[in-house]
């Protein structure tokens, strides 16, 4: 049955892989938080679902001495919401997984791993097959990529007809020259057709859906651009801080955490022009054309914040930024970064872009909002607000519309409204994929069209390294904002001077999940 389904996904992204071969998906890091929050769980919705091939066998390689299915039923298991009836099939993952212990720079322990590949290999049900195809997992701090992928080539590449596939979670560099060099080092090692940059936020339902809404709509095609649009607004809040994680955090910042990856990634999306194909190349080559036109950042363009404790919230809200002990005393490190980018083309010249993230908000919100200019001829006596297109990402996945009509009754006067589609009411029962199976099915398949590339990576960082560069520098002292608001005046008033952002406190919000369509 799995070879079937997992048939028809190549079949859709035009990939023709033997998936009669033995996979070998390995886990480097194996014994860590990312593995046992995120990849094993993934992993057996994946192996639930019928989403990977029959013959796939998952290698776990640490430092640390566990016990492979003890790890899986105990440590792993809360996170993988198995129903009763799926207990069974949770034991055969379970049997699926084995473990090596290793260090990450020492080349007999690689030579180890990849002979333990080629034991799971012969195990698996293809005759004379020496080896499998080969997926590693880099759930690894940064600071020993260079040490591990180095002997993961000299070591562990399968052999020929097999495919090798390195997938490299973020973050890839702090800056442009140090991005560069890990660029240039994996590319010595592995094809780009062999890396994998993950950023999760590409697996996430609506930031797909951005290609379709886009390209499969006429409604669309025709205003996507400077005649018909005011601005467009990408916004990430959170709304807890760093928790105990300060320390990390403090290394990256906002900006480098969020903007510079997920952000843009999204930005790219939304302003691209049309690809000729769904070609995972064509897609890449028009995100790059497009992040290629924007400038280098500027400070002027920038309004940065650092959360402080409310003295009314409860427990952790209690608490600022510079009250984590993990975090240095003094740090300038932004929390909350509100940021106008420029794009210098035939169709969004003249646009802005604005990019706003921040913690411990008040929400937990991410979402697209696209903002139109005003009707000309305007004969309501200035009564409509300008229509915008908001496509939230999350929580609650929704597209909606807002729009000016007729207030029912005896009038008429415009009224703000909504056109709306939320997923949880039009797709009721619908099974949501984590954006993680997503991304880890597209590895398996070989599909690499929602992965960074390195031309791709090193624009994002030419974009935002001279003002992190500047701000590294003369450390400016963010404004303070208090934990549990929804984030700073001053980011307001740059959204509105230089986004030209028109905030319309006219539209509310109705629940329509009692609607029947």
């Avoid at 012969?122 to 080969?134: F, L, V």
């Avoid at 591990?148 to 997938?167: E, G, M, Q, W």
């Avoid at 650092?306 to 932004?334: C, F, M, R």
Wanted: neutral net charge; aromatic residues 10%; proline residues 5%.
């Amino acid at each position: 049955m799995s070879e079937n389904i997992f048939s028809t996904f190549q079949t859709v992204v035009h990939l023709n892989e033997d998936c009669r071969s033995t996979h070998v998906f390995i886990v480097m890091g194996a014994s860590g938080d990312l593995a046992k929050k995120k990849i094993y769980p993934t992993l057996w919705w994946l192996y639930r679902d019928n989403l990977v091939p029959d013959s796939t066998h998952f290698l776990g390689y640490a430092r640390s001495s566990i016990e492979i299915k003890q790890f899986l039923n105990e440590k792993c298991r809360q996170y993988m919401k198995i129903k009763p009836d799926e207990e069974q099939k949770f034991q055969k993952f379970v049997e699926k997984n084995h473990y090596l212990v290793g260090s990450y720079d020492k080349s007999e322990n690689f030579a180890q791993l990849d002979a333990k590949i080629v034991e799971i290999a012969r195990k698996g049900k293809c005759e004379n097959i020496e080896d499998a195809n080969r997926i590693f997992y880099l759930a690894l701090p940064p600071s020993v990529y260079t040490s591990v992928t180095k002997l993961l080539s000299d070591n562990c590449k399968a052999r020929k007809p097999h495919f090798t596939r390195v997938i490299v979670e973020k973050p890839f560099g702090k800056d442009l020259k140090s991005s560069n060099e890990l660029s240039t080092h994996l590319s010595k090692l592995f094809t780009e057709e062999e890396i994998y940059r993950i950023d999760h936020y590409l697996g996430k339902e609506m930031v797909q859906n951005l290609i379709v809404l886009r390209f499969a709509n006429q409604i669309f095609k025709r205003i996507w651009n400077r005649d018909s649009i005011e601005c467009v607004m990408i916004t990430f809040k959170e709304p807890f801080g760093t928790q105990g994680r300060g320390g990390y955090f403090d290394e990256f910042g906002i900006i480098r955490d969020v903007m510079q990856n997920h952000l843009l990634q999204i930005l790219s999306l939304v302003a691209m022009d049309s690809p000729v194909s769904k070609n995972a190349e064509e897609i890449r080559n028009e995100k790059v054309k497009v992040l290629r036109t924007i400038p280098e950042l500027k400070m002027q363009d920038v309004v940065i914040g650092q959360y402080v404790g409310n003295p009314n919230g409860q427990g952790d809200e209690k608490l600022g930024y510079l009250d984590d002990p993990t975090v240095p005393a003094g740090s300038t490190t932004p929390t909350f970064c509100c940021a106008v980018l420029k794009i210098k083309n035939e169709r969004w010249d003249g646009v802005p872009f604005i990019l706003k993230s921040g913690k411990a908000l008040n929400e937990r919100k991410a979402e697209i909002r696209i903002q139109f200019k005003e009707v000309p001829g305007d004969i309501f006596d200035n009564g409509c607000a300008k229509n915008e297109l908001v496509i939230r990402v999350q929580p609650d996945e929704a597209v909606y519309m807002k729009i000016s009509t007729k207030k029912p009754g005896m009038n008429f006067n415009p009224v703000e409204t909504e056109l709306d589609l939320t997923y949880k009411h039009r797709y009721e029962g619908e099974y949501m994929p984590d954006a993680y199976e997503r991304l880890i099915l597209d590895v398996f398949l070989g599909s690499q069209i929602n992965f960074v590339r390195t031309d791709e990576l090193a624009e994002a960082w030419r974009i935002f390294t001279p003002l992190l560069h500047q701000l590294e520098k003369e450390k400016p002292k963010p404004i303070p904002y208090v934990y549990g608001s929804r984030g700073l005046a001053e980011a307001d008033e740059l959204c509105t001077r230089v986004g030209k952002y028109n905030y319309s406190n006219t539209y509310v919000w109705k629940d329509s999940s009692k609607s029947k369509i």
